[in-house]
């Protein structure tokens, strides 16, 4: 699923593979699983990406449907059933 890609491409990302990592987190960004401040401020695995091209297109990418998906939230209001979306964190 898309968070065990995000976790791989970190493993790519630490074992210096800064051409497959970014195809990983790509996947996993456009599978459904974008923890946008965690990826940007917080995953030391990520570092090696960092200086990479395509890193900060997947992150702005991450950014935008991270906060898609909180707007609905938003406006979705309290209490509603939102588990047939997959989080901006995967987190459950």
């Keep these: 699923d898309a968070h065990n890609k995000f976790h791989l491409a970190e ?3 630490l074992a ?3 051409d497959r990592a970014p195809d990983v987190l790509e996947m996993a960004v456009d599978q459904g699983f974008y ?3 965690f990826m940007a401020e917080h995953c030391r695995f990520l570092d090696p990406l960092r200086a990479t091209p395509r890193f900060a ?3 702005a ?3 935008e449907r991270a906060d898609v998906f909180q ?3 938003e406006l ?3 209490g509603a059933n939102t ?3 997959r989080s901006a964190g995967d987190q459950a």
């Design 57 to 59: 297109g997947i992150l």
């Design 61 to 63: 990418r991450a950014r």
């Design 35 to 37: 923890p946008y401040p």
């Design 76 to 78: 979705a209001g309290p």
């Design 11 to 13: 493993s790519f990302g």
């Design 83 to 85: 588990t047939s979306r």
């Design 71 to 73: 707007r609905e939230q």
């Design 16 to 18: 210096g593979e800064t």
